[in-house]
């Protein structure tokens, strides 16, 4: 099965901390993706790429940037941290979204006080 | 405005009994339609797919959509206590290029032993 890794798993921050989540995926899929996971709300797409140094705003990418280094490797990264941004975040892959299995990391749970 | 919709937000089914979890688009350039399934402290994975009318049968569970009416739908049968957990419905559109997956709210399944 198609492997998805993201660290650090939990991370605790302050209030306009500078955080960075990492996601690796093995697989060579052109598609990887960042999500939050909150209750009431589902899983929304904060920002994607289909390649490296591809970047795409997702539908809450406010306060939120990403970078794709290379095809395995995909950041986001929180410059002002704020605690509306505490929350899950999970990390996907996929050869192509619509016809073809997204793949989701463990996920980060992200605590900003 | 949600794109996709799912109901119910949550559901208790008895052990052996049917479930049935809706979804609704409201975009009809959705094309393509999944269920994703998260359990407790994982990530998501993909249950299954469908992207033509009609039912698509796996095992015990059968989806199936209506694009006339927007409507996809999930029935698992012989529910089981494994199948606790969150049901996602998400539904995606073909461009040939910055391809995403848009989710619904999830339905929280509940099996009572």
């Known amino acids: 099965e198609a492997a998805v890794t993201q660290s650090p798993r939990n991370k605790v921050t302050v209030t306009g901390g500078n955080v960075t989540l990492s996601c690796r995926q093995t697989n060579s899929h052109n598609y990887m993706y960042w999500y939050r996971q909150d209750t009431g709300h589902g899983l929304r797409l904060i920002h994607y790429s289909y390649g490296a140094g591809n970047l795409q705003i997702g539908d809450v990418p406010d306060g939120y940037k990403a970078t794709r280094t290379t095809q395995e490797d995909f950041f986001l990264l929180l410059e002002l941290a704020s605690p509306s941004q505490t929350s899950l975040y999970f990390c996907?892959?996929?050869?192509?979204?619509?016809?073809?299995?997204?793949?989701f990391g463990a996920g980060t749970r992200l605590s900003v006080l | 405005q949600q794109k996709v919709q799912q109901s119910p937000e949550s559901l208790s089914v008895p052990e052996g009994g049917m479930a049935s979890l809706n979804c609704t688009s409201s975009d009809r350039n959705f094309q393509y339609f999944w269920w994703y399934r998260q359990h407790s402290g994982e990530g998501p994975k993909a249950l299954m797919s469908i992207f033509s009318d009609g039912d698509k049968k796996e095992g015990r569970f059968t989806a199936h959509l209506n694009k006339a009416s927007l409507h996809v739908s999930l029935h698992i049968r012989d529910s089981q206590p494994s199948d606790s957990a969150l049901y996602f419905c998400a539904a995606s559109l073909f461009t040939g290029g910055a391809d995403r997956l848009t989710f619904g709210k999830g339905t929280q399944l509940i099996i009572q032993p």
């Open positions: 996907a892959s996929s050869e192509n979204p619509g016809q073809n299995t997204l793949y």
